[in-house]
Structures are given as C-alpha cells and as structure tokens.
C-alpha cells in the first residue's frame, strides 16, 4: 500500500522528470487525501485515506474515458499501478477452503479471520 511519503516522493521524481501528466494525476491524489484527512476531524493523513483517494481518482478518470479525454488512459493507467494487487478469485477460493479445514463449518469464526 502507498503512503502519503510515497505520494510526494512519487509527485517530486514526477516533477524532476518534468511528466506533466504524472504530476497532475498524482498532485490530484494527494490533494484528495488531505481532503479525506481535514474532513475527518482535521488530523494527518494515513494510508488508509491515500487508497480511498487513490479509488476515487481512478472512478473520475475511467469516466474521463467514456468522454474520450485525452490522456485520460495514461492516467488510468497510473493510478491502477499505485494500487495494491487484489486477490484472484482462485486465491479467495483457497484462503475460504483453508478457513473451513481449520474452522470447520462454524462461520462466525470464518468471518472474524
């Protein structure tokens, strides 16, 4: 997972390689973080709101594609790789099968794992 750290060493090597775009794209993460943070009580960002940001982002741009903007796939592109990787669905399928053989059949105890 990205961190705020991250971002802005992300937004300063954008900036020395002068890609305009990546700037703009990251620039537009950040701002939306600090956002989340300052709404919620004014306190300091966490990783946690870099991901929701980084989410909402994602959603504007892939829109930004029906409307055939330009760039806008490089910087869907972009955003997707800050992203954590999600589990495949035969991954989810082995972790419930391993939660079941350890658990057996009780799914309260599946859930909270």
């Given at each position: 997972m990205k961190?705020?750290?991250?971002?802005?060493v992300a937004i300063l090597t954008a900036k020395k390689e002068k890609d305009l775009n990546k700037v703009t794209a990251l620039t537009m993460v950040l701002s939306e973080t600090l956002s989340i943070a300052k709404s919620d009580g004014n306190r300091e960002p966490v990783d946690n709101d870099v991901l929701t940001a980084l989410k909402r982002t994602l959603k504007k741009s892939e829109q930004s594609l029906e409307y055939k903007v330009p760039g806008a796939?490089?910087?869907?592109?972009l955003l997707k790789s800050f992203l954590p990787e999600s589990m495949s669905d035969e991954q989810i399928q082995t972790l419930v099968a391993?939660?079941?053989n350890q658990h057996g059949a009780n799914k309260g105890l599946i859930m909270k794992a």
């Open positions: 961190t705020v750290t991250d971002l802005r796939d490089d910087e869907v592109n391993e939660l079941k």
